[in-house]
């Protein structure tokens, strides 16, 4: 009994401390459970701060950011606030939200800038038109005027109605109207002289013509918005210089067919933002909105780039001035350029006319020359007329023609005291005198 009680007794201290074992490993298992529970938790919690915040990040800061880039891409976009989070599925949908917002602000801000447009383009063609009509009225009045201080009036009258329908008029053309005036085929210098005569401070305008014929004109269907762009070109040099400054136009003529008409002031130049900004406008290839272009809006070089787009010439502001200040080209294509006869359709008398042609050098009179006469001849030289036909009255009054020739010069002071003298010979006072002997 004693040895099986002993058995009894050990196997019973063996399950016993088994037991207890078993007891001690549950226990550590669920501690060590309980802990990984409590960091899955933190680590969640954590997670969850991380995506708020981002999330909160992209509500009040990149989505604001945005809307301004979308105005001026000098306003950066900020990315994520927090970098572990790149390469996630949540930052794509947060890149995906900013791309919905980006595109419906576009959208938004195009269909408003189009019901602007339209506003502003039916107001504009109104006013043109009522511009239009003072204009003929004004004609008009100045035909039929006599007194002098009156017609000085219409005169002022005239030249501001012409300044409100070149602000109507570049209105019209940004919100996508056509310029409102049709012209004939027009000569070169009529163009630009007439561009000036629509700005106040013409006066300070001084243009040069170094054409080499004064047959070079545009072509009616480029002429008024080649006028407009020269306008508002020479305005812009105008508004940057001194008012005891004076603005240079020079034309030109190129190799390959073109002309230029090249525009200089002495203001205070451009900067390097701006001359970007200047050639991006320029350049016409996409429509600014009407909210890009300031506070009050400046029209002028959105204008022009919509109408050298349109008709294929080409503006550039790019170039410093020898003055210091801004040069200005506008690049005429030959297809733009015609020839037109000054007979039938003179230049205007206002018109610069073409700088003259360099003479050809004097040949020296040798005694192989006929009419050279030697040095013990004891006669004069004698001059002998060559065989070229002298111009006609309707040709020497064409304006804007060359300067005269040596040759033609001599021959009309010739002829002029040829007259004179037989104006003396038959005077009034012989006449009488023969009728008294």
């Known amino acids: 009994m004693t040895a099986i009680h002993e058995v009894a007794i050990a196997a019973l201290s063996a399950t016993t401390v088994g037991s207890v074992t078993a007891v001690a490993l549950v226990a550590r298992s669920r501690r060590t459970l309980s802990r990984r529970h409590a960091e899955a938790r933190a680590s969640a919690a954590v997670e969850e701060q991380r995506r708020n915040e981002a999330l909160q990040h992209l509500v009040n800061v990149r989505l604001p950011s945005q809307a301004l880039h979308l105005r001026s891409a000098h306003y950066p976009v900020p990315g994520l606030l927090e970098t ?4 996630t599925e949540f930052a794509a949908l947060l890149d995906s939200v900013q791309g919905l917002f980006a595109s419906a602000v576009l959208e938004e ?3 408003v800038d189009a019901a602007a447009r339209a506003a502003l383009r039916g107001a504009c063609m109104e006013i043109q038109a009522k511009s239009y009509q003072l204009q003929t009225d004004l004609d008009a009045l100045q035909q039929a005027c ?6 000085k009036n219409y005169f002022r009258l005239d030249h501001l109605n012409e300044q409100l329908a070149r602000l109507v008029q570049k ?5 996508g109207s056509w310029p409102g005036l049709v012209r004939p085929d027009t000569h070169l210098p009529d163009l630009v002289t007439g561009a000036t005569s629509r700005l106040h401070g013409f006066e300070r305008i001084s243009v040069h013509s170094k054409l080499r014929t004064d047959t070079v004109g545009v072509v009616g269907r480029a002429a008024e918005p080649i006028a407009v762009a020269c306008t508002e070109l020479l305005a812009n040099a105008l508004e940057s210089s001194r008012a005891d400054l004076s603005v240079e136009v020079t034309l030109l003529q190129t190799d390959n067919g073109a002309v230029c008409i090249q525009i200089d002031d002495a203001g205070k130049g451009m ?4 001359a970007s900004r200047a050639a991006q406008l320029l350049a016409g290839r996409q429509q600014v909105l009407l909210t890009e272009l300031g506070d009050p809006p400046a029209l002028g070089f959105a204008a022009i780039g919509q109408l050298a787009a349109d008709h294929g010439f080409q503006v550039t502001v790019d170039q410093a001035s020898p003055y210091s200040g801004v040069r200005a080209i506008i690049t005429i294509p030959p297809a733009l350029v015609t020839s037109i006869d000054p007979h039938t359709a003179p230049l205007s008398a206002m018109s610069p006319v073409p700088a003259p042609a360099p003479r050809a050098p004097r040949r020296a009179i040798t005694s192989e020359d006929p009419g050279a006469a030697g ?14 036909r002298a111009p006609t009255l309707e040709e020497r009054a064409v304006p804007g023609g060359h300067p005269p020739e ?13 007259g004179i003298a037989a104006g ?3 005077t009034p006072s012989d006449i009488r005198n023969e009728d008294r002997t």
Not at 406 to 418: G, K, L, V
Request: charge should be negative; proline fraction near 6%; charged fraction near 35%.
């Open 84 to 87: 572990g989070l790149s390469d």
């Open 109 to 111: 801000r195009h269909r």
């Open 146 to 151: 006599e007194d002098e201080k009156t017609l």
């Open 171 to 175: 209105a019209a053309i940004v919100t």
């Open 271 to 274: 900067t390097a933002e701006e």
């Open 375 to 388: 040095p013990d001849s004891g006669a004069l030289p004698q001059r002998h007329r060559r065989g070229r």
């Open 406 to 418: 040596p040759e033609q010069a001599r021959n009309t002071w010739d002829a002029f005291e040829q």
């Open 424 to 426: 003396r010979a038959g």
